[in-house]
């Protein structure tokens, strides 16, 4: 009896320590969203900023057809490529300055990524825009794990709103679902607790949801959308985790999150808007 107990326990050990070691691999999957699928459009300005551990960030700019309604930032999926996800929003959100940044380590970006990295950058990026924007109003939309940074960031900074799209209430509790028998307490290095982030928080939260959502199943869209102060929209759109992306009905979906979130939000007294001229944001001409 003893041999099969150890041999159980070797076995435990060594499926709970492979977890553990390929966890960034699995949450941070880089090599899927190395190469961009879509040409920028051709005003879109590259931008490079450096973290407070000297790590360069890149990202793009996109300035709003005519008047902007304020600017968008935006955080793809793990599996987004940063440049495709700066398209997907412009294309739909054209009346917005948007702009987006390849997480850290995700090439062109340096170093490694990390919820603490990815926080930080994120922070990084909002100050940096609002000095030199300086918009009517700051969003944040996030898809998928950026929906996580997006709720750290609407802890973090004053936002006029958040849209969260295939939104989960935590990396932690998606992992406790998915492997009941690890402790995940003790060996999840990036919880990524959007549900902790957000509650409580007096900003207005637009959540989109897909109907067959084999990732992030409704359960924790759910979990996330009871701890919420302020929702404004809540709707679910048909597809899968990624599929409801290509659906039709997404777009004008995303029109009324933005929508709902400029009705709850009364504009920034800043006064007149600068230009991105302001301050030194590391502008670079796009290849």
Avoid: C
Avoid at 50 to 69: K, P, Q, T, Y
Avoid at 190 to 219: E, K, T, W, Y
Avoid at 229 to 242: A, D, M, Q
């Amino acid at each position: 009896m003893l041999p099969w107990i150890l041999g159980g326990a070797a076995v435990y050990g060594a499926l709970v320590g492979g977890l553990y070691v390929l966890q960034d691999g699995l949450l941070f999957p880089r090599s899927v969203a190395r190469v961009a699928r879509y040409p920028l459009p051709p005003h879109a300005e590259r931008l490079t900023l450096v973290s407070e551990d000297g790590e360069r960030i890149v990202g793009h700019l996109v300035r709003a057809e005519g008047r902007s309604r304020g600017l968008v930032i935006g955080f793809p999926g793990n599996a987004w490529n940063a440049d495709d996800y700066t398209v997907f929003l412009t294309q739909r959100l054209g009346d917005f300055d948007v702009a987006v940044f390849h997480y850290r380590g995700y090439a062109p970006s340096e170093g490694e990524p990390s919820e603490r990295a990815l926080f930080a950058d994120a922070r990084l990026v909002h100050d940096t825009l609002v000095a030199g924007l300086r918009p009517r109003r700051v969003y944040a939309v996030g898809a998928s794990l950026g929906s996580g940074v997006a709720a750290h960031l609407a802890r973090a900074r004053e936002l006029d709103g958040v849209v969260l799209l295939t939104p989960f209430d935590s990396v932690f509790a998606l992992a406790r679902r998915r492997y009941p028998f690890v402790p995940v307490r003790w060996l999840l290095k990036h919880p990524f607790r959007s549900d902790l982030h957000l509650q409580g928080r007096d900003v207005p939260v637009a959540l989109i949801a897909a109907s067959d959502d084999g990732v992030v199943p409704r359960a924790h869209t759910d979990a996330l959308h009871r701890v919420l102060k302020r929702p404004v929209l809540y709707e679910i759109v048909e597809g899968t985790h990624s599929g409801l992306y290509d659906n039709p009905r997404f777009d004008p979906v995303l029109r009324r999150a933005m929508e709902a979130l400029e009705r709850a939000r009364t504009p920034r007294a800043a006064g007149a808007r600068a230009t991105v001229e302001a301050i030194d944001l590391g502008r670079e001409s796009t290849p």
